[in-house]
C-alpha cells in the first residue's frame, strides 16, 4: 500500500497538476483553518458546517484536505492521498451546497449561490494526480527511490 502511495514516474504533467490544485486550494483551505483571507478559522467553519448538518468530525476532515491537502500537493508528499481528500471534499460541496445552483458560477454576481464547474475542475485533476502520483520534483518521488 505504501508503495502505491508513493509511486510516481518523472512527469511535468503531474507537477503542473498539483501544484496548481495545490495553489488553489491552499486559500479556501487557510480561510478554513487559519481564518485568513476572510475565513472563519476552524472554530467558525465547524460551526457553519453544522448549520448544514455536517458532524464536527467530517468539518474537521475537509479542513485538514484543504489545508494540509493543499500543503502536501505542493511538495509532493503523500499526493495520491491528497488528492483523493480533495476530491472528496469538492463531490461533498457539489452535492451538499452547488448542485441546487446549476453548473455555471455566479460570474455576474446575480444568481443566489455558485454553480460547481469550478468544484468538477478539481475533481478532474484530483483524478489524475490519484492516476498519475506525484511526478516531478515530488517528495513522493524522493522517498520511493529509498
Not at 494540509?68 to 495520491?80: Q, W
Amino acid at each position: 500500500m505504501g508503495r502505491f502511495l508513493l509511486a510516481t514516474e518523472r512527469g511535468l504533467d503531474a507537477l503542473v497538476l498539483r501544484l496548481g490544485l495545490g495553489a488553489v486550494m491552499f486559500p479556501h483551505g487557510a480561510q478554513k483553518a487559519l481564518g485568513l483571507f476572510g475565513g472563519a478559522g476552524i472554530a467558525g467553519t465547524v460551526e457553519q458546517f453544522a448549520h448544514l448538518g455536517i458532524p464536527t468530525a467530517a468539518a474537521l476532515g475537509v479542513i485538514a484536505a484543504e489545508f494540509l491537502g493543499a500543503i502536501a500537493l505542493v511538495v509532493g508528499f503523500l499526493t495520491r492521498l491528497a488528492a483523493l481528500g480533495i476530491a472528496a471534499v469538492m463531490a461533498g460541496a457539489v452535492w451538499l451546497v452547488h448542485l441546487e445552483h446549476g453548473f455555471f458560477m455566479n460570474w455576474s454576481g446575480t444568481r443566489q449561490g455558485e454553480g460547481f464547474e469550478y468544484h468538477l475542475l478539481a475533481i478532474a485533476i484530483a483524478l489524475a494526480l490519484l492516476v498519475r502520483g506525484g511526478g516531478s520534483a515530488s517528495l513522493d518521488r524522493v522517498l520511493a527511490a529509498r
